[in-house]
Structures are given as structure tokens and as C-alpha cells.
Nanobody, 127 residues
Framework: QVQLVESGGGLVPAGGSLRLSCVAS????????MGWFRQAPGKQRERVLT????????SVADSVEGRFTVSRDNAKNTVYLQMNSLKPEDSAVYFC????????????????????WGQGTQVTVSS
């Protein structure tokens, strides 16, 4: 059973940066496509970025294009979400998710496609 643990959230002023980490245990991260999602109070969970098993495929939500990037270090069983130029509307609980797949390049955009989820980390951007 894979367990995912996010960290790195916190309170940051608008325009600031944060880097979130997601560490996997109980499984080898290289077997999974990964995704970062977020959910703000009263809103549905939304996709932020996804990354393929190889790291060669990445999809980015329009709302964070040019500001957020995703990377993975399979040797460390860790996926990162680098968030720059943060805005108050980026405030949410951020979740990482893992999807078992044989494909090295496939991306998965919907939350129901993911098998495993972390508990989330809160990001709050003050105006």
C-alpha cells in the first residue's frame, strides 16, 4: 500500500513562492504517474499539474501556467511542486496523488483516475 505525505505548505504573501514536496513510501514512485490537485473551501477539487512516470510528460492547468512547475526525483521517491508568483486565489489544500500505470508518458487529468492520495497540505496566500 503506497502512502503519500505532502509537506511545505504555509502562509506566504502574494507574489511569494513555496515548494511542496510529496514523499511516497510503501512503493516505488517510478511506477506511478503523479498529480497535484488543490481544493479551496466551498469549491471542487481541481487539477494543478500532472507528470508522467518518466517525467517527460507534464500538463499544467491554465490558472497556474507560467507560475507553477512540477518535477520528480524517483531516486528519492519524491515529487515537487514549485509555486512562484503566488496569488490569493491559489490558497487551498494541495494534494498529491499517484496513479499506477504501465505507460511511461501517459498523463491523467481527472482525480478519479488516481489510486492513492496524500492527506494534503494547506497553502494560504495573503493579499
Amino acid at each position: 500500500q503506497v502512502q503519500l505525505v505532502e509537506s511545505g505548505g504555509g502562509l506566504v504573501p502574494a507574489g511569494g513562492s513555496l515548494r511542496l514536496s510529496c514523499v511516497a513510501s510503501g512503493g516505488t514512485l517510478s511506477r506511478f504517474a503523479m498529480g497535484w490537485f488543490r481544493q479551496a473551501p466551498g469549491k471542487q477539487r481541481e487539477r494543478v499539474l500532472t507528470i508522467s512516470r518518466s517525467g517527460g510528460g507534464i500538463s499544467v492547468a491554465d490558472s497556474v501556467e507560467g507560475r507553477f512547475t512540477v518535477s520528480r526525483d524517483n531516486a528519492k521517491n519524491t515529487v515537487y511542486l514549485q509555486m512562484n508568483s503566488l496569488k490569493p486565489e491559489d490558497s487551498a489544500v494541495y494534494f498529491c496523488a499517484a496513479r499506477t500505470t504501465l505507460s511511461m508518458m501517459s498523463l491523467y487529468q481527472s482525480d478519479y483516475e488516481y489510486n492513492y492520495w496524500g492527506q494534503g497540505t494547506q497553502v494560504t496566500v495573503s493579499s
